[in-house]
């Protein structure tokens, strides 16, 4: 029995960060309901590239679902939702601040109808606040934080992060989060839960150490001046001489004398302390004087924190994340091919073993089987 089991979710998210959360609330074994409007869908089925004649990025974040094709602001169809929520135990939202209680579907509303209901509305910048009503995205969540401040390389050449951080760690993530916080509150209570999950207010927790440092010194952190934005030897990216890279963080003295004498670092240059920078060169150039192959040979085995940087493609097929089954679990397409599932933060006792491959929803799949139309 997964811990879900026999929970009832009403999913109005769409995009990443509440279809996420949806995701995580399927595979631990709640019951999904889509909610979508016709036509067209939620937008992500649009996107590319497709696999078996769907987004596969639509498919990676809604498999094991269902999906309703309703037109909200059709009062009809609208009341036909009615009868589900009100023996809902959780309801996701992400539209923009106010929309949910202009269609009729704000808390207040619903609570009253089912107050056990669990409900949780992610958004941007808050239910709340000067900026509630702001268009924006990922990048400009991150920015607006400060934390894309802290390491986005030089004017010349600027560095967009590739992990949409807000939108998971700071959105998906954090509903979670709440939402089973807050079915525990309700076993205990008996009542529901209005959830606020705001994904810039959620980045803060990332910088703890850039608040640290500028709340108690005043210093405030700098981008590559600091030992995690790459001030320091000890934690940094060396290019090979076949153009890949070194990953460095032997930080700890231990760490640090063992990567010293694997690279050969003269004694001159292994005390930091004086002259980082210095350091910082005398390493780059050792490294470029191999390629990465023979500096992951000469660091296996070793307790120095270095790794080669590898690509994506390399990662899926390294054999520590294969043993471990992060890619065990599979999405069928509709002509029955499959591919790995994606990897879900959930502890293996939470999943079902035995479970097949789960595939992506099509639009309005249920309506006949709960509408009868």
Request: net charge negative.
């Amino acid at each position: 029995m997964r811990p879900l089991d026999g929970l009832l979710v009403i999913d109005f998210s769409t995009l990443l960060p509440g279809p996420l959360a949806g995701l995580m609330l399927a595979a631990a074994g709640a019951r999904v309901l889509k909610i979508e409007k016709p036509g067209t869908g939620d937008d992500m089925r649009g996107y590319d590239p497709q696999w078996e004649g769907a987004s596969i990025n639509f498919a990676l974040l809604n498999s094991g679902k269902e999906s309703l094709a309703v037109d909200l602001k059709d009062a009809d169809q609208k009341a036909r939702l009615m009868p589900l929520i009100a023996k809902a135990d959780i309801l996701i939202e992400q539209f923009r601040p106010g929309v949910m209680a202009r269609l009729g579907l704000d808390y207040e509303t619903l609570s009253a109808l089912n107050p056990g209901l669990i409900y949780c509305s992610i958004s941007g910048y808050g239910q709340s606040g000067p900026k509630r009503d702001v268009a924006a995205h990922d990048l400009n969540y991150i920015a607006e934080s400060g934390l894309l401040g802290l390491s986005m390389g030089s004017a010349s050449q600027p560095v967009l992060p590739p992990a949409l951080v807000a939108d998971i760690a700071g959105g998906a993530y954090p509903a979670m989060i709440n939402i089973l916080m807050a079915l525990e509150a309700r076993h205990r209570t008996g009542r529901g839960a209005y959830l606020d999950v705001a994904m810039t207010d959620n980045l803060f927790t990332f910088m703890y150490w850039a608040m640290g440092q500028g709340l108690a010194s005043g210093q405030w952190p700098k981008p590559g001046g600091e030992l995690v934005t790459g001030g320091s030897p000890r934690y940094n990216l060396y290019p090979t001489r076949d153009g890949r890279f070194i990953a460095a963080a032997p930080i700890e003295p231990k760490f640090w004398a063992t990567f010293c004498a694997l690279i050969g670092l003269e004694p001159e240059f292994a005390d930091d302390e004086p002259a980082p920078e210095r350091t910082r060169a005398r390493i780059a150039a050792i490294i470029a004087g191999r390629d990465a192959a023979d500096w992951e040979a000469q660091f296996a085995g070793k307790d120095c924190c270095c790794v080669v940087v590898k690509t994506l493609d390399e990662a899926l097929t390294d054999p520590h994340f294969r043993e471990r089954g992060l890619f065990a679990h599979r999405l069928r397409g509709a002509s029955g091919a499959d591919l790995p599932a994606l990897p879900l933060p959930l502890a293996a006792c939470f999943r079902d073993p035995a479970a097949g491959p789960v595939s992506a929803p099509a639009l309005g799949a249920q309506n006949t089987l709960i509408f009868g139309s």
